[in-house]
Structure formats: C-alpha cells, structure tokens
C-alpha cells in the first residue's frame, strides 16, 4: 500500500467501532494474577451488576450471544419436530441455534418500517407444533412487546426476545431484559458493551432461571457445586446441559464496559438523534417509523434508501463506509427451500442500508456523512 493509499483508507468513516475503556487492561490483568480464570468471581459480579443496572432480577452468562439464544430454545424444551415462529430479517444466529435443536424456524413477515417482526403475521403461522414466538428487536428498536406477548399468552407460547441489538433499550419506560419470559444479550465485540464475545439471559421466572443456570455448565447449577473433599459434582445429573459457561476473563472486559455503559451509549445517541433531525423529510432517503413510547439504544442505523448500490457506492467515493447488516435467512439452503411469500420482507431486502453509528465518530464525520446523504438525494 502506498503511502497515499495509506492516508486514504486513515481518512475514511468506519461503519463499526469497538469501544473498550481504557480501564480494562489493567482489570484483565488482575484477574490473571490471581490465578482464577475459569467462571468464578468476575462471573457473579457481572451477572449481578447487569442485573442492577438493567433492572433484571435473574441473570444468567453465556459464552456468546448464539449460546444465550441456543440456551433458552433449550429451556423451553424445544427438539426436533418442533416450530419455532422467527423473524427471517435478523443475523442467521436467531435461527441457526432452532436448528441445531433439531427444530425448524416458521418465518413470519416484518414491519416494513420497523424491520421488527409483525404480531399479526406471527399469529398466522401458529400451528399445533409451534413450541415458542422468537423476536428480534432490531437496531435496538424495541418490538411490539405487548401484542406479541398476549398472542403468547393466549397460545400457551413463550415469547424468546433476541436482544443482540438491544441491550440499554427501553419499552414504555422499561429496559427490554427487566422484564419477559426469555431475553437474550449478545456483548460481541462491535456491541455497545463487549466482551469480545459474551452473551447474557434475563427471565421472569424462579423455574427458567434454576433451568437455564444448569443447562449453561452441562445440566449442573455452578453456584450449587459441592464443597466434597474428592468430587465437587452433584450424584445425579438429569438434565443434559452444554458447554456455554463464561469465564472470568471474558466477564472482566464485559464488566468494565458495563461500568462504563454511559459514555458509548451516549454518544450513539446524541449522534442517532441528528440523524433523525436532520435527514427527515428526504424523497429517496426515508428513516425508520418509531414510536414514543421506545426508547433504542442506536445499535446500528437503518434506513431505507432508493437505488441502494448506486447509494453505497456515492458514499464510498466521499469515504464514507456504509453497508448491510443482515439478509433474509430464508434465502439461505439450511433453512429449507428458498424465499417465502413475505412481502415486507422482500421490501426490505431491495432497501436497507446501515449509516455510520459508533462512539469514535467525531463531529466532522456526522458532518461529512449527513452532507453526503443530503448531496445523495438532491442529485439522485
């Protein structure tokens, strides 16, 4: 690479950031030097920190936020033969973890102007095996929480909220995991707070809670460990479990990000803010419809944008990185036999385009990106 090449690639607008206080190196370090690395301590202090700040009663830590989905499919019983209503606008982890169970994702449509699942179509595709409704609360917008539980409730189905986008979000003035049947967290490494990799679960329940500690560390509760002088383990193990436990280096980098939650989510939001003030009202550039009643986080940033590659390219050329963050799934082999009739998904697969949101953004590149986005729709 040439040195003006150099200088150029420098000078381009990332779309992701990873934000790691400074804080954390010397934490990491602590923990190596008590010689402690497994789940222990910094595990506990994280599940119950989360817990406080997030206002979420029972906590559990997973490795990443694939075992923390996969973890509560299996709380819930489900195995093969089963459904599981999903959204396919979501990352493929939302349904890659239904089918490692055995069971198979039944795709409902979405709301074209949220890219959250759509209650209506979720209650549609009910059958006499669906087993539980998945939601996935993109970009950090919160779904309709309300209509998707009472379906729930009046199905006999557990509602699982895939909470990768969401964590810091609020819903009528809760934080999506204070409350819900099953709320999963993922800490990976471009997420508000990360670990690198990291995953969390909030439930309501005593029962879910006891179920989904044991099925973390292979059907054993690790806070319930025996003090017996040869063998710590329980003398029966009935609940086969799996190998989703975090351990303590993993729980220090997401502990010092949590203590820190404030200042990343803070700039995500001032600069989501200006987003939606001064890019409303474009013809070919058209934002999101969100309610008063939520309050996101500023994950990412979608939009709907005409002409979408022409889009991508024109703020390339002014170096600036814009990009997709996911593809309907049922596009893809392991989910069965291609695309499903869902017109708002459709939609979306031709439009949404992600804007540059992340804590390193400093006041020029919002600048440069609204600029580009404004010189976009009165020349296109």
């Not at 309709?144 to 986008?165: M, N, Q, W």
């Not at 392991?334 to 708002?344: A, E, H, K, Q, T």
């Not at 580009?372 to 729709?377: F, I, K, P, T």
Request: glycine share 8%; charged share 30%.
């Amino acid at each position: 690479m040439s040195a003006k090449d150099y200088e150029l690639a420098e000078s381009v607008i990332r779309a992701w950031s990873t934000y790691v206080p400074e804080a954390t190196a010397e934490a990491v370090a602590e923990v190596l030097a008590t010689g402690w690395i497994n789940t222990g301590k910094q595990e506990k202090a994280l599940r119950r920190e989360f817990g406080r700040r997030f206002d979420a009663e029972r906590v559990v830590a997973c490795i990443n936020g694939t075992a923390a989905l996969k973890t509560a499919y299996a709380a819930i019983g489900i195995g093969p033969g089963d459904e599981v209503i999903s959204t396919p606008y979501t990352f493929i982890a939302t349904n890659t973890a239904i089918l490692e169970l055995g069971a198979t994702p039944v795709f409902a449509d979405i709301q074209y102007d949220t890219l959250n699942i759509d209650p209506a179509s979720v209650e549609a595709k009910i059958t006499d095996r669906t087993r539980a409704i998945v939601c996935v609360h993109f970009g950090g917008y919160p779904c309709d929480l309300e209509e998707l539980r009472e379906i729930g409730r009046r199905h006999g189905l557990p509602l699982v909220e895939d909470s990768a986008h969401a964590l810091g979000s609020k819903y009528r003035g809760d934080y999506i995991g204070s409350r819900g049947d099953y709320v999963t967290f993922s800490l990976q490494a471009v997420k508000i707070v990360t670990s690198g990799d990291g995953g969390l679960i909030t439930t309501d329940s005593d029962e879910s809670y006891e179920k989904l500690k044991r099925l973390v560390w292979y059907g054993i509760d690790r806070d319930e460990k025996t003090n017996n002088l040869l063998d710590p383990l329980p003398d029966e193990i009935d609940l086969l479990g799996f190998k989703h436990n975090m351990n303590d280096i993993t729980a220090t980098v997401g502990l010092v990000g949590l203590r820190h939650f404030d200042v990343p989510a803070a700039r995500r939001r001032e600069v989501g803010e200006r987003y939606r003030s001064e890019l409303a009202g474009l013809e070919r550039l058209r934002l999101l419809d969100w309610r008063d009643d939520r309050e996101p986080n500023y994950q990412i940033f979608p939009v709907h944008v005409e002409k979408r590659e022409a889009f991508a390219r024109f703020m390339r050329e002014r170096g600036i990185m814009v990009n997709v963050n996911n593809r309907r799934n049922d596009r893809y082999a392991i989910f069965g036999s291609g695309p499903r009739d869902l017109p708002s998904v459709a939609r979306a697969e031709e439009d949404t385009i992600l804007l540059p949101i992340h804590y390193d953004l400093t006041d020029d590149d919002v600048e440069r990106i609204i600029a580009a986005v404004r010189e976009y729709d009165a020349v296109n």
